[in-house]
């Protein structure tokens, strides 16, 4: 007897993907650097060429931030997350299970998400304690934040003294300054202007600056701060550059130790 329509499809797919990921296995020329799979090459998205984990779904950008910790001594598991009291804004799954079991007290915060410990404006968090964390991450969230200059400070406020904030922010190739526009609302023009529905910039070359008014010293990890081999074997920079006029393809990790 056939299976049904719809568990016929599924039980394809399954064989489909089954077979893709065989294919990507061999030969194993590049390795995340998070999961540990190995394969051929990475897959793609529809802006970048084989930059994504098919094991952990990594990007370059969360691959940045592991390397950082793994290979810079100033910014290693040892001194950043080990001990520390760590929020982290929109946790992505394959981040946040890596550093909640090194941490001491690992809190997730979001606006809209059900599952995650608190529900936080990050511009305004009345609920959080001044100097309640060393460390406060956000990985590609400030473009979403109608405020994020507020939020930049609010950050600032709950961070205990030299405490780090870790940012990444979509940042359009060779943009000398951040470009925002409030009269631009609509999704299609936000997809056209900033790179996606919901983003309300897109950050430049300026991004650093910016955060440095803000009381932080900052450090930006691309990678160019890693040997040839690391950055080939774990893909740590598209291996080949993208066209879209809103591509990020020089990614950076901003690491913003808060100043005294």
Same mark, same amino acid.
């Not at 061999?26 to 802006?47: A, E, L, M, Y």
């Not at 370059?60 to 001194?79: K, T, V």
């Given at each position: ?175 000398? @300054? +951040? ?6 609302? *609509?999704?299609?023009? %936000?997809? &056209? #202007? ?5 983003? !309300? ?16 010293? @900052? +450090? ?6 890693? *040997?040839?081999?690391? %950055?080939? &074997? #774990? ?5 080949? !550059? ?17 100043? +005294?």
């Amino acid at each position: 007897m056939s299976l049904p329509g719809k568990t016929a499809r599924r039980f394809a797919w399954k064989i489909i993907d089954g077979s893709r990921l065989v294919f990507l296995s061999f030969p194993r020329n590049v390795q995340c650097n998070i999961c540990g799979w190995k394969g051929r090459h990475f897959t793609s998205d529809t802006w970048h060429y084989q930059v994504n984990c098919p094991g952990c779904g990594s990007g370059i950008r969360q691959r940045l931030f592991f390397a950082a910790l793994q290979n810079i001594e100033g910014l290693s598991f040892d001194r950043l997350i080990h001990g520390r009291n760590i929020l982290h804004f929109a946790p992505e799954d394959i981040v946040s299970s890596n550093i909640r079991k090194k941490a001491a007290h690992y809190v997730t915060a979001d606006y809209f998400r059900q599952d995650c410990d608190l529900k936080l404006d990050m511009s305004d968090m009345p609920s959080v304690k001044n100097e309640s964390f060393n460390i406060a991450i956000a990985f590609d969230v400030l473009e979403h934040v109608p405020d994020y200059q507020k939020a930049l400070d609010e950050i600032r406020r709950i961070l205990s003294p030299e405490g780090v904030a870790i940012f990444t922010v979509p940042q359009k190739d060779s943009l000398p @300054v +951040t470009y925002e526009d409030p009269a631009i609302i *609509t999704p299609e023009d %936000r997809t &056209k #202007h900033f790179g996606q529905y919901d983003h !309300l910039r897109i950050f430049g070359d300026d991004f650093s600056e910016i955060v440095e008014r803000k009381g932080f010293s @900052v +450090t930006a990890v691309n990678e160019s701060d890693f *040997t040839r081999d690391i %950055r080939s &074997k #774990h893909v740590l920079f598209p291996p080949r !550059l993208s066209k879209h006029p809103l591509a990020t393809n020089y990614r950076k990790v901003f690491f913003c130790r808060k100043k +005294t």
